[in-house]
Nanobody, 129 residues
Framework: QVELVETGGGSVEAGGSLRLSCAAS????????MGWFRRAPGKEREGVAT???????MYADSVKGRFTISRDNAKRTLDLQMNSLKPEDTAVYYC???????????????????????WGQGTQVTVSS
C-alpha cells in the first residue's frame, strides 16, 4: 500500500517556474516506479513524466527540456521541477505509483495508466499569460 500527497501547486506567470513534490508512505517506495500526470480543463488525463525505481526517466514531448522529474528514495519523495511554464501547462497535477514497474520505459503518449494503482489527490497549477 502506498499513500501519496502532492504539494507545491499554485499560480505563476508564463515563463515562470514551480516545483511540485509528492510525499509517499509505505516501506516499498524504493522499489516502485513513479509518475506525474495532469488533467487540463476539458481534457483527458495525460502522462507528463515517469521515473523508475533506479532513476531512469521518460517525458512527454510537450514538456521535454522544461520539466525534470526526480526522486529521493531515502526521503520517499518525488519531485517535478517545472520551468518555462506555459498557459497550456495549466492543469491539476497528480503523482502516481506503479508498484510492479510495468510502465517502465513506456512512451508517455502510450502509457498504461491502469498499471498505476496508487494516486495522490492532485494539486492545481495555473499559468497565466
Amino acid at each position: 500500500q502506498v499513500e501519496l500527497v502532492e504539494t507545491g501547486g499554485g499560480s505563476v506567470e508564463a515563463g515562470g517556474s514551480l516545483r511540485l513534490s509528492c510525499a509517499a508512505s509505505g516501506n516499498t517506495y524504493s522499489s516502485v516506479c513513479m509518475g506525474w500526470f495532469r488533467r487540463a480543463p476539458g481534457k483527458e488525463r495525460e502522462g507528463v513524466a515517469t521515473i523508475t525505481h533506479d532513476g531512469n526517466t521518460m517525458y512527454a514531448d510537450s514538456v521535454k527540456g522544461r520539466f525534470t522529474i526526480s526522486r529521493d528514495n531515502a526521503k520517499r519523495t518525488l519531485d517535478l521541477q517545472m520551468n518555462s511554464l506555459k498557459p497550456e501547462d495549466t492543469a491539476v497535477y497528480y503523482c502516481a505509483a506503479d508498484p510492479n514497474c510495468l510502465t517502465a520505459f513506456q512512451p508517455l503518449g502510450h502509457i498504461e495508466e491502469t498499471y498505476f494503482g496508487f494516486w495522490g489527490q492532485g494539486t492545481q497549477v495555473t499559468v497565466s499569460s
